[in-house]
């Protein structure tokens, strides 16, 4: 595994992170893809035996559940203090003023709900899941400076939304002398690449570390076009927007390189996302072994200029989604 600062701060991450949405109690939430306690324990171990110390997930995975099971798996399986672990808060998790959002009433009592169903003290990287149009970005900025001066948190981080968004919040942190994101958690893929318009230029500027949520598409550019019958497939909604005829040059690029390579597509896919500079940790969310083991091959694969040009010349302009 190979690690690398997060953003221009001192976190040291690892270069693929673990995406925790895959995990969850059944019957609560709305990911029925999710994996419990024991058909997780597997990717858990694996990932501790890869080097992947850097676990993500969010307040609203099945409805806590994600979270509970990441606790329970870090005592059993890691050494707290050897994961970097992050949450995030925004979407319904009950009803009542302070079960969503981003006021200061929903961030406070959000990540104490956090660490207690994380069996923690602190988050290493507490990140707003979407922008709140509803809440000043001051509220918003100076409540998250809270969480981090009490020591709840030891970093900050933001998800999906427009840059000028989040250069809003950014320029708040800025003027009340409050904590600034170092990281965004955004989506980034061959089949969405809108975020190199503007967010990544801003990214780099101000010294944040790109954290991009399905770098495979919902698992589109893992296999063949034709082969799209998985469970998560029929339920995800999100998977529909990648089903669109325009991106098939796109996926039969990647299996065409895959097949000249003799590697998984997901290998390929995954390594043209890490070869962005401003990009430092795609999160993978695994729900088979094998798919941590081809994202950190992904690290060992470098995409020549004919490769690129190959998995990029097909690529239409789409509105950004996700947020």
């Known amino acids: 595994m190979d690690y690398t600062r997060l953003g221009s701060s001192g976190l040291k991450v690892s270069r693929i992170a673990l995406g925790c949405m895959s995990f969850g109690e059944a019957g609560r939430g709305a990911d029925r893809w999710s994996l419990d306690d024991e058909a997780a324990e597997p990717i858990f171990r694996q990932a501790v035996e890869l080097g992947i110390t850097f676990w993500d ?8 559940s994600s979270e509970e099971i990441v606790g329970r798996a870090i005592r059993k399986y890691a050494d707290r203090d ?83 968004q989040f250069a809003k919040l950014q320029h708040a942190a800025d003027l009340g002398g409050w904590t600034r994101f170092v990281s965004m958690q955004n989506q980034y893929n061959l089949l969405q690449r809108e975020e190199e318009r503007e967010m990544f230029g801003l990214l780099a500027d101000q010294g944040v570390g790109s954290l991009p949520w399905s770098p495979l598409a919902k698992g589109r550019l893992a296999r063949p076009w034709e082969d799209m019958t998985t469970r998560r497939a029929e339920v995800d909604p ?86």
């Not at 997930?57 to 806590?64: D, F, I, K, M, P």
């Not at 390189?257 to 500079?277: C, F, H, S, T, Y």
């Open 82 to 164: 050897k994961i970097v672990l992050a949450s995030k808060v925004f979407f319904p998790v009950h009803d009542g003023p302070g079960g969503s959002g981003l006021s200061r009433k929903a961030i406070l009592e959000n990540i104490d709900a956090s660490l207690t169903r994380l069996g923690t003290d602190y988050v290493d990287l507490y990140q707003i899941h979407r922008f709140d149009p509803e809440t000043p970005v001051e509220e918003t900025m100076e409540a998250l400076h809270d969480v981090v001066r009490a020591g709840k948190a030891r970093y900050l981080g933001a998800s999906s939304m427009w840059a000028w």
């Open 238 to 323: 999100l998977h529909a927007r990648y089903a669109v005829e325009e991106n098939r040059p796109v996926v039969d690029a990647v299996r065409q390189i895959a097949e000249a390579r003799g590697v998984p597509m997901a290998q390929i896919a995954l390594a043209w996302v890490l070869r962005n500079p401003v990009v430092d940790a795609p999160i993978v969310g695994p729900t088979k072994p094998h798919h941590l083991a081809d994202a950190a091959a992904a690290l060992r694969i470098e995409l020549t200029g004919e490769e690129v040009t190959a998995l990029e010349e097909h690529y239409t302009p789409r509105l950004p989604s996700g947020y």
């Open 57 to 64: 997930t969010a307040n609203v995975y099945s409805l806590g």
